[in-house]
């Protein structure tokens, strides 16, 4: 089933008969044959750590990178900082996933002060050293400008993403391969041809995936589901008269 657990662990089988799962941190320039792994968390922690759990489970880790600013969750709400670090203590690292929507044009000095705004709230809430970033829905211009900031892993790093407006060669020196809007834009891990690749990034979104393989619909309904469960028992632990009812 596209997108449950047990074709994401068929996925992973698949690219280590052909390439190393490494972290982040262990790429140099000279580092070849390698994939690191990815993971933005979008709407979803819970379905996060069900991620970071199977990963644990086929021996993997990977880099989970979390936003301060989602509408969606509060990274810093007791509860999903309990799940970060459970994701940690699974081997895995975590990451800030930096929210740039509201920077109109790229200026280097405002984005790295952005980064490392987030990166150290991030540090001092979950009490993990922050050590690497990715962005959310760059943009060209985000890209192009392939940030540095020292000690700090940038996951759009030339080591780990290739972009190019134009004239693409037809054997990239890095494969980027994500799972945005619950599909393979930039082609499907199992069908790739491996004898021309030999350096990969791998980046999905965990409220993707479920035990199910959900249609993009179907998931999303699902997601809305799981949603209001989180609301409904945050609402109820916090006062005593909650409505009983509503807790069905």
């Known amino acids: 089933m596209k997108f449950s657990y047990l ?4 996925i992973i089988k698949h690219i280590q008969q052909y390439l190393d799962v490494v972290d982040f941190a262990n790429v140099t320039s000279n580092s070849d044959n390698y994939c690191v792994v990815r993971h933005d968390v979008e709407f979803s922690p819970y379905r996060a750590l069900e991620v970071a759990k199977l990963e644990n489970n086929i021996g993997i880790s990977s880099s989970f990178y979390f936003q301060i600013t989602n ?33 109109e044009r790229v200026n280097k000095k405002e984005l790295s002060d952005l980064v490392q705004d987030d990166v150290r709230t ?3 809430y ?18 192009e400008c392939y940030l540095e900031i020292e000690g ?6 030339k080591k780990f993403f290739y972009f190019c407006k134009e004239n693409i060669p037809e054997e990239l020196p890095v494969t980027y391969l994500a799972d945005s809007n619950h599909q393979w834009k930039w082609g499907y891990p199992i069908h790739l041809d491996f004898s021309k690749i030999s350096k990969l990034q791998l ?9 199910y393989g959900y249609g993009n619909i179907n998931n999303y309904k699902s997601l809305v589901t799981e949603k209001n469960h989180e609301l409904v028992n945050s609402i109820n632990n916090e006062i005593k008269n909650f409505p009983k009812e509503l807790l069905l």
């Open 7 to 10: 074709e994401y662990n068929n």
């Open 71 to 103: 509408n969606c969750y509060n990274s810093l709400s007791n509860e999903n900082l309990a799940i970060i670090k459970q994701i940690e203590d699974l081997g895995h690292k975590i990451g800030a996933h930096i929210n740039t929507s509201y920077i």
């Open 122 to 124: 991030l540090t001092k």
């Open 126 to 143: 979950t009490g993990i050293d922050i050590d690497r970033y990715s962005f959310h829905r760059p943009t060209i211009e985000q890209l």
């Open 152 to 157: 700090l892993i940038n996951a759009y790093d």
């Open 203 to 211: 980046n999905t979104h965990p409220f993707s995936w479920t035990n």
